[in-house]
């Protein structure tokens, strides 16, 4: 499918942008040229992916689709039960239901926006245990996603492992800038969590990705396929959520996965009540079958070698125009550090938020804030301050030529050259959940 592009001229954008709060999120898609907010929903589907689309059995129950779901879990993630939910945080909210009680402790390797929010609305408190490195955008270490060992055990000498339902472990660390976890990390995690029974929930989302990383980095997978490895790395753990959106190249779906019948039992019983029934979770047929297809087609060497190096080719592209990126480059887009690009604005008038209205002022191109507006505020109401402030630049799969990458990078090496006039933001408008996403600013 192709589908054409619309230019703007600046004055349009700085318009558009006005209107829309200085939040890419509420911009309209129409007014958009090259859209990096996201790659959730965003991949384009495969002629077998429609094709499978168009067999959708829309029964209410027991849908054929179902089972071919089932079976691409079990055969590629090798989970035993499985609840299909709407998308990954339908899944993120029964798993929280599930297994957290208030006062609970619940480590991870660096927070997510949803899954965090989750934990707490559950009664729990998130504790990040991931390496110092990965707060350091200088940094090269090559798994900047892996957890630190001392830091988990000082949570289990303090409140014990009895408070820890378990540890969280997302493959790859979306807010770190998409960095790996190395296969010997969550080995040496996992005889950790038997020895004090504790486990491990994998956030799988670009679990794909994270493969790659290993099979280019680590010593011993270099002659082991992508397919193996995501099943070795899912073997490590007792369970999972995903969002299907991301590494499955669906539109939309989402699943929780677990080998505990007891887990699998309520959170069979909880689907109910809210995503539907236990064998469609607030999809369609066709959406299931397509997430089953899609599971196939992500674990396959060349399209994640083709996808990764994609992000790669556009990374390398910054740097030669000196722009600050997170690096190593991560998997499914190129970070920005919003801080050192426009280092004479404090966090409080939001570097990343402002950074990414000004690429698109510039150019029409779409990315999204990941700073201090995303990590929102804590339960007692106080900002968080993160290390990071950055501005994602988000690669859909399957979608972009080399020839857009260029038009983004060179587009942001202009705002480069004239970051000292760039002024700041204030909010004007604040909403109480998850507010990057609908937060509103004004120019200072
Ligand atoms: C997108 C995402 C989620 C949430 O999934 P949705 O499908 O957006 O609800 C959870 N964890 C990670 C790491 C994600 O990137």
Redesign the pocket.
Known sequence: MVELLKMTTATQRKKAIRDAGYNTFLLKSEDVYIDLLTD??TSAMSDRQWAGMMRGDEAYAGSRNYYNFENAVRKYYGYKYLIPTH????A?NILSKVLIKKGDIVPGNMY?T??RLHQELAGGTFADIIIDEAHDPHSLHPFKGNVDLEKLDKLVKKYGAKKIPYVSI?TT??MAGGQPVSMKNLKDLRSYTRKHRIRIIH?M??VAENAYFIQQREKGYQNKSIKEIVFEICSLTDGA?M????DALVNIG?FMATNEWDVFEEARNLVVVYEGLHTYGGLAGRDMEAIAIGIEESVNDKHQQARVGQVEYLGNKMIDYGIPIVKPIGGHGIFVDAKAFLPHLNQDQYPAQTLAAEIFIESGVRTMERGIVSAGRKPNGDNYYPKLELVRFTIPRRVYTQAHMDVIAEATAEVFRRRNKVRGLKMVYEPKYLRFFQARFEHL
């Open positions: 959730s929903g998308q990954g945080r339908g993120e997510f949803t899954t997302a660390v979306n956030d989302t670009r959520t969002s299907a959106k991301k989402g």
